[in-house]
């Protein structure tokens, strides 16, 4: 006989819980409402800019509890701006014509045609057949993969393309959930995914957010070339330790080291010869990373990402419906969004208002600053999209910087390097939920790992910001 499980809880606590987001947002625009139609106004401060304050605690607000998505967060933030013309609506909505936006059109183009054309696959199955015929060596090279992968494709890309083929692997060595090769090579696949992905301006859409903010607000810019010849250093010396310690968590069997070596040789040889579209896929990479490091300056990273992209049609190496599949609309929408509120920001004196009453008044060494920078932005980043931690705080970082008489490129450095480095929770980075959604890791065990990792990691780039970056003329 079918039995039935009937919930005995009260029915307010049911309908709250089916309904605590609806609640939650109905809530926020009520107190929204009632706080941007007060006439208290701080004194010395703009109604435009008063405006713009409550609209950024709506934001951040809407950014931390995700109760609706965050591309529709940053519509309906756009929305607000211009309906309190707080700017010109035509300035508003310009900000998805600004250079960073189109860059990040381009790269996800690019990702799509190296994904469609089978390259990328091509590249995982060799390099894992290759060096990947032991359990230590299969981990190691998942882990240096997707971190190399992630230097010219996004990093959630990067993880949803290893993560059926790791999958793959586990179920034919017959893994167990509990299985230590199992849980390694998931945390490879995160930790590679996410440290690459802040190496280069490919890697996510934070790092060009983090510029077009920059630029912006002090019309400054940060080359292709630029960004790699600063970040790369410190996030290698990462990757380096993070390497040896997953060489040395995984033990050696030579039933895995015969069944790994068998399993990686036949999947290669599944994928036949290199086609065609390979080669043009691989022949345009070449040509859009030799032009990003040479030519950024004279072209402009944007304008490259955009033609190399228009070559992948060109050349029939992928069509518009493969390019529309994999191209992420809701970071676009989101990233314009929060530029015209970083705009905003600026422009309507909120920050200067602050700086003056609150920040000058701060007694904060250069060594307090970038320290308590570090630990706010990686920390922040467990809870929060990495590109949300860039809006909330670059803007401040970027004011404080100044004052400091320092080079605002170190803020945007000392923010959108950390906001990358989410070693242990699922919303931290989506490589993390993906790697979390094959069962083999434990949270309580990535929150342990991941939190001694982003103490060294802390003490890394603290390391290279007092002693690199000098060198490189940031300050």
């Not at 199992?182 to 992905?197: D, P």
């Not at 030799?290 to 955009?306: D, H, K, P, T, V």
């Not at 989506?430 to 309580?444: D, Q, R, T, V």
């Amino acid at each position: 006989m079918k039995s039935f499980y009937i919930d005995k809880r009260p029915f307010i606590v049911l309908l709250f819980l089916e309904y605590k987001n609806a609640l939650l947002l109905l809530v926020s625009f009520v107190l929204f409402f009632i706080a941007i139609s007060s006439n208290n106004i701080p004194e010395g401060l703009s109604t435009q800019a008063y405006q713009t304050l409550i609209i950024f605690l709506l934001a951040i607000f809407l950014w931390v509890t995700n109760i609706i998505p965050l591309a529709i967060t940053s519509l309906g933030i756009m929305g607000l701006l211009s309906t309190y013309n707080v700017l010109e609506s035509g300035t508003v909505y310009s900000f998805f014509g600004n250079e960073a936006i189109f860059f990040i059109i381009g790269a996800f183009i690019i990702s799509a045609g190296i994904s469609t054309s089978g390259l990328s696959e091509r590249m995982s199955y060799s390099v894992l057949s290759q060096y990947g015929n032991n359990p230590q060596k299969l981990v190691l090279s998942i882990f240096t993969l997707s971190a190399c992968l992630s230097h010219i494709m996004p990093a959630h890309a990067v993880a949803a393309l290893l993560l059926p083929i790791l999958m793959d692997v586990s179920k034919k060595l017959k893994l167990q959930m509990g299985s230590i090769l199992g849980k390694y090579m998931f945390f490879a696949l995160a930790w590679g995914s996410v440290m690459g992905g802040i190496v280069t301006l490919l890697g996510g859409a934070r790092n060009p957010l983090a510029i077009g903010i920059l630029n912006e607000t002090t019309n400054l810019n940060i080359t292709f070339m630029e960004w790699y010849i600063t970040v790369a250093p410190p996030i290698y010396t990462i990757m380096f330790i993070v390497g040896i310690y997953l060489k040395s968590k995984v033990k050696l069997s030579q039933r895995d080291t015969h069944l790994i070596d068998e399993l990686l040789k036949e999947d290669t040889n599944r994928l036949g010869k290199i086609k065609f579209r390979e080669i043009k896929a691989s022949m345009i990479l070449l040509i859009t990373i030799f032009m990003w490091i040479f030519q950024s300056e004279r072209f402009g990273i944007a304008n490259i990402s955009l033609i190399s992209a228009a070559l992948f049609f060109v050349l029939n190496v992928i069509n518009w419906e493969d390019a529309k599949n994999q191209i992420n609309w809701g970071a676009i929408f989101m990233y314009g969004g929060a530029i015209a509120l970083g705009k905003s920001l600026v422009d309507t004196g909120l920050l200067t208002f602050f700086s003056e009453n609150y920040l000058l008044t701060l007694d904060i060494t250069f060594l307090g600053f970038i320290v308590v920078t570090l630990i706010i932005s990686m920390f922040l980043t467990e809870g929060v999209s990495n590109a949300a931690v860039v809006v909330i705080l670059l803007p401040v970082i970027l004011e404080m910087a100044i004052h400091l008489g320092l080079d605002p490129k170190l803020g945007v450095y000392i923010v959108a390097i950390p906001s990358g480095l989410a070693f242990m929770l699922p919303m931290g980075s989506p490589p993390n939920a993906i790697a979390f959604s094959s069962g083999f890791i434990k949270p309580i065990e990535a929150i342990k790992t991941g939190l001694l990792f982003k103490i060294i990691a802390i003490i890394v780039v603290l390391f290279f910001a007092l002693i690199y970056w000098p060198l490189l003329g940031l300050y």
